[in-house]
């Protein structure tokens, strides 16, 4: 069965400083990878996806993700984090077996302090 | 453009009582995705329709159901609602259904019950 993992339940980092935020996924075949940010009440917006070519995925806001296959990975980067970053992070596969539904994990939340 | 648009935003019910919640997609998007958001559960899969068609179903009860028109518009339907539905419901549009592409996700709507 498809399922991305979030290992880190919160992310605190300093105002200005680089971000990561951690995403493992197990799949049968290629994975379609996918990254999308919560604010308060709201719904998710996308960030960005990776199909299929280079490894280096450039998304909205500043955001990017790196695609590793040997360690199964998806982590979303930022290079100098802003306090309005600080929402709730989910990655997410595509299933396969023609039902294309999302397969989230359990989501990240990221504190960027001033 | 404007983006996936949600009716009613929130929502209080009894247990027991029945509710409907409406969906309106990106104009031209012809996929539409529910899915349910809890603080236990995570975002699961409701279903997804294309075309007027249901795809797919999530591994919920038979009380949740929904459909499509032929606008493209969508509404789901909880009936003898139970305090465990309580959650945020969220609706995502893409313009075909496949793997590749991306959903745009409303704003949801906060669905309590009492």
């Known amino acids: 069965a498809q399922s991305v993992a979030q290992p880190e339940d919160q992310v605190n980092v300093a105002e200005g400083n680089p971000l990561t935020v951690k995403c493992t996924y197990s799949v049968s075949g290629n994975p379609y990878l996918f990254w999308y940010v919560q604010y308060p009440n709201r719904g998710l917006q996308f960030l960005l996806k990776y199909i299929t070519g280079d490894n280096l995925v450039k998304g909205s806001y500043g955001f990017e993700a790196e695609f590793n296959k040997s360690q199964t990975s998806f982590h979303l980067k930022k290079p100098s984090a802003l306090v309005s970053d600080s929402a709730l992070y989910f990655c997410a596969v595509r299933d396969i077996g023609g039902t294309y539904k999302y397969i989230f994990g359990t989501g990240t939340r990221l504190k960027v302090l001033a | 453009k404007a983006g996936v648009t949600q009716t009613p935003r929130y929502l209080i019910k009894t247990r027991g009582q029945q509710v409907t919640l409406s969906c309106s997609p990106i104009s031209g998007h012809r996929s539409v995705s529910w899915y349910q958001q809890t603080p236990g559960q995570g975002l699961q899969f409701l279903f997804e329709?294309?075309?007027?068609?249901?795809?797919n179903k999530g591994n919920f009860p038979g009380r949740f159901s929904g459909r499509q028109f032929s606008n493209s518009r969508s509404e789901m339907n909880v009936s003898t609602l139970e305090l465990g539905d309580s959650a945020l419901y969220l609706c995502?549009?893409?313009?075909?259904?496949?793997?590749?592409?991306?959903?745009?996700f409303g704003q949801g709507t906060r669905l309590t019950v009492v």
């Open positions: 329709y294309f075309s007027e068609t249901q795809r």
């Open positions: 995502a549009s893409s313009p075909r259904s496949s793997r590749d592409t991306e959903a745009f």
